[in-house]
């Protein structure tokens, strides 16, 4: 099948409407304007999906002359049309003198038409006289998740280094709250925390159980950890800081999630570049409002989860942060929850959990989280 798919300001139609047919060839209509997105939107498929060059072709159109959009559109009609291949134009996006054009001709000369409602995440499939709604029913990664809201995917933790640290974490959660592990974490909550003026001269040297943590006497930024009688080749201070301040819930909400078997994507400390033109489009101020990383996200039936992990108390910055990520890269449908190793007991916090649909799983009854976290996926709204 040959899909054409018009340019606008949004990837997401075209995005959607690609992995909905998974056509052999498409074509990417664009303007004068909208050359660069197009360019873009081609080099997306080549280097995510695998497509070859001479699979996506780029055609340039006016963008409002009728006359001259007609005989165009009539054109390329009969050349994509007439072999006898499936054809299917995707009209949903740019200016609509284009899109209008391009739909009369193709609809004439017999080709399947669709139209991606992404409000109301659906598609509309037309052939002939016969329209086929169709629900939003994609396994997307995290990555696709954000590309679709106009984002990238800046970084993620490695996959592997956190499944070898997992017995450490878990460790760390069931032994939290003993004397030596509580002022290692709450040592390394106050070094990452501090502002760089104020950075604390932390040191950490202990022996508890199975866990062994030393500063390197002559450079107090690297230390040596071992677990279970196994060296950690991770030596940067900062590194462990993380890690010791909260990372090690974040890596267990991550594989909680996993073990499950039913997200489609599962990634932990999820960096998210919003470099994309419909981030320029909702203003330069967006960076100072909305804190582009989220602890853990996951993704089922195309959607996203978000998951907010504290280690220590819950404020309402964290709640406030954690409902701007939704608001701003997740559909409609999308969940969103707060996993805290203290339980919230302010009713201001509360409230504001209930009024944004953020789900809270609290401590530090360690089985009972486990048991919550596993259980979120019975969340996610089934789109039928």
Not at 41 to 61: D, M, N, P, Q
Request: one cysteine or more.
């Amino acid at each position: 099948m040959t899909l054409l798919s018009i340019i606008g300001g949004q990837p997401a139609p075209n995005l959607l409407a690609f992995l909905q047919l998974r056509p052999s060839q498409l074509v990417l209509i664009h303007t004068e304007d909208s050359v660069k997105q197009a360019e873009d939107f081609r080099g997306l498929l080549l280097t995510e999906y695998g497509l070859s060059g001479g699979a996506v072709r780029l055609r340039e159109f006016p963008a409002t002359d009728p006359a001259q959009i007609q005989e165009k559109a009539a054109a390329l009609a009969a050349e994509l049309c007439s072999g006898g291949e499936a054809c299917c134009l995707n009209y949903t996006g740019g200016p609509k003198p284009l899109a209008v054009q391009l739909y009369l001709a193709f609809r004439d000369d017999g080709a399947e038409l669709l139209y991606v409602d992404t409000q109301e995440e659906r598609m509309w499939r037309t052939a002939g006289a016969v329209h086929t709604e169709i629900p939003f029913l994609f396994q997307l990664r995290v990555k696709e998740v954000l590309i679709l809201k106009g984002a990238g995917l800046r970084a993620v933790s490695d996959q592997r280094v956190m499944a070898q640290r997992l017995p450490l974490c878990r460790w760390l959660a069931e032994n939290r709250e003993t004397d030596g592990v509580k002022s290692l974490l709450s040592g390394a909550s106050a070094f990452r925390n501090a502002p760089v003026y104020k950075t604390p001269d932390w040191r950490p040297n202990l022996e508890a159980g199975p866990l062994s943590v030393f500063t390197d006497a002559v450079n107090p930024t690297q230390l040596e950890v071992s677990f279970a009688g196994q060296l950690f080749p991770q030596k940067k201070r900062t590194y462990w800081a993380e890690v010791f301040a909260g990372g090690w819930l974040e890596d267990l909400v991550c594989s909680w999630l996993t073990e499950t078997g039913e997200y489609d994507d599962v990634q932990a400390n999820v960096k998210i570049r919003p470099d994309s033109g419909t981030e320029k489009q909702r203003g330069s101020k967006m960076e100072d409002t909305v804190k582009n990383e989220i602890d853990v996200m996951a993704v089922k039936n195309a959607v996203p989860l978000f998951a907010e992990c504290k280690a220590g108390r819950v404020d309402q910055k964290a709640i406030t942060n954690l409902f701007s990520i939704m608001e701003t890269y997740g559909p409609r449908y999308r969940q969103g929850a707060l996993i805290s190793w203290y339980p919230v007991t302010n009713t201001v916090l509360l409230e504001k959990l209930r009024d944004y649909g953020i789900t809270l799983i609290q401590g530090p009854n360690l089985n009972q989280m486990e048991r919550e976290v596993k259980g979120l996926w019975e969340r996610i709204v089934v789109r039928v």
